[in-house]
Every structure is written in C-alpha cells, then in structure tokens.
C-alpha cells in the first residue's frame, strides 16, 4: 500500500459543477496537507495549505482534513473550464520529515 | 518573476552522457528540493538543502546523481551516465525553514534517448 492514494480520474464534470477530490492515507505522522493544481507540462502550483485537521476556505476551494480517517478532500464550487488540470495532494510530517510526499494526481477536465 | 525558476526547461541527450540542471529559488528561501515527476504520478522527492547543507537524500538518488548547493542560492543536479529510466520531468521547489508550503518551479523535462 502506498504512502498516499488518489484516484486518478479521469473526472469529467460540466462547466458549473461541484467538484470533490480525495486522498487517504497510511502515515499518521502527516500534520501538514497541500493541494497542487498541475497544467500539462507545468510545475504544480499550490492551491490549498492546511495544518491538521479543520476545513480552510480560499474562494471557491475548500480543503478538507479528517486525521481520524485519515482522509482529505478539495471541493471546488461553480467549476469553470480553466480549472481543468491534474490536482495531486501531497502532505509531510513536518519537523520529522520534511519531503512532500505525493497522490498520483487527479486529472479534472469541466466541459462548457 | 519572483518564482522559481529552473533552467534549461528541456532537454534531450543520449544514453551515457551526464547532464546538469539548474535552479533558482525564491530568494529569501532558505529550503531548497529536488523531486522527479514521471508521466501519471506524482512527484517524488529526491533531496533537500538548508541553506547550503544537504540534509537528507532518497534512496531514489543514485550514486549517479549529485546535487550541489555551494552558497545556498541556487542549486544544481547533476545526472551522470544518463539511462533512458533517467527521462522524466525534474522539479526544483523552494520554501522558508519556518514554513512546510513548498513554491515548485516550472521543471526541467529530460528525454534520454
């Protein structure tokens, strides 16, 4: 079992849709949780940051972290076709670790 | 542009020749990371430096790889002996010691032939 799992998609969604995106993973030791947004062939781009567990809010994204189930998720509200991208999670342990360790990514494609 | 930025952002040699890659981070970034991105996963972390240490390598890292940061401002990868498993996309990303969000650069893509 991998350190962190994220279905690969692909997700199709039309233009205006709620979106939910979701890793789980294995090391409790993981305090820290990001979500990347990744266009073809581009670096990832942070979108989302979140300590521990809690809901943080960034217009229209929303991170969610639930420690107990060791289980994150990223909604996106009102999609637009722009926000069609591979979304990858990542997360590390902070003081004990600091490597990002990685999803495979999610490719989100929203159709006008 | 105050972002990362890695330099060249292709490149395409043949089996057994060494490459190098460069990067600068966001400068009053005092981490400094090396991931490699093969196609439909994520990046993987390759080696980290603070300030001009390197403080930790993946067992990904081959004897065949060396990374350098000689006055902790930018960084360069060196791949030796490339092998066609060596192709992939190589990320540089940056951070403050303080902080745990890493900035990514635009990556350098490598094709060994």
């Known amino acids: 079992q991998k350190e962190v799992e994220q279905d690969p998609g692909p997700l199709s969604v039309p233009e205006g849709a709620i979106v939910s995106l979701n890793c789980t993973y294995s090391?409790?030791?993981?305090?820290?949780f990001m979500w990347y947004r990744q266009y073809s062939r581009k670096g990832p781009e942070l979108l989302m940051y979140?300590?521990?567990?809690g809901n943080k809010e960034d217009g229209r994204f929303t991170a969610q972290v639930d420690k107990s189930s060791k289980y994150i998720s990223l909604f996106i509200r009102d999609s637009q076709p722009s926000d069609s991208a591979t979304y990858l999670c990542?997360?590390?342990?902070?003081?004990?670790?600091?490597?990002?360790?990685f999803g495979k990514g999610t490719t989100l494609s929203v159709s006008s | 542009d105050t972002g990362v930025s890695q330099d060249p952002r292709h490149k395409i040699t043949k089996r057994g020749q060494n490459v190098t890659f460069r990067c600068d981070p966001i400068?009053?970034?005092?981490?400094l990371y090396w991931y490699r991105q093969t196609l439909g996963q994520g990046p993987e972390f390759l080696t980290y430096?603070?300030?001009?240490?390197?403080?930790?390598k993946s067992r990904l890292l081959s004897d065949r790889f060396s990374a350098e940061r000689p006055k902790g401002s930018f960084s360069t990868l060196e791949i030796q002996r490339t092998e066609q498993g060596d192709s992939a996309m190589y990320l540089c990303?940056?951070?403050?010691?303080?902080?745990?969000?890493?900035?990514f650069g635009p990556g350098t893509r490598l094709l060994v032939l």
């Open positions: 979140t300590y521990s567990s």
């Open positions: 990542a997360m590390s342990a902070g003081q004990a670790g600091t490597a990002l360790i």
């Open positions: 400068s009053e970034h005092n981490r």
């Open positions: 430096f603070q300030n001009e240490a390197q403080l930790e």
């Open positions: 990303a940056s951070s403050l010691a303080s902080t745990e969000t890493q900035y």
């Open positions: 090391n409790s030791a993981f305090q820290y």
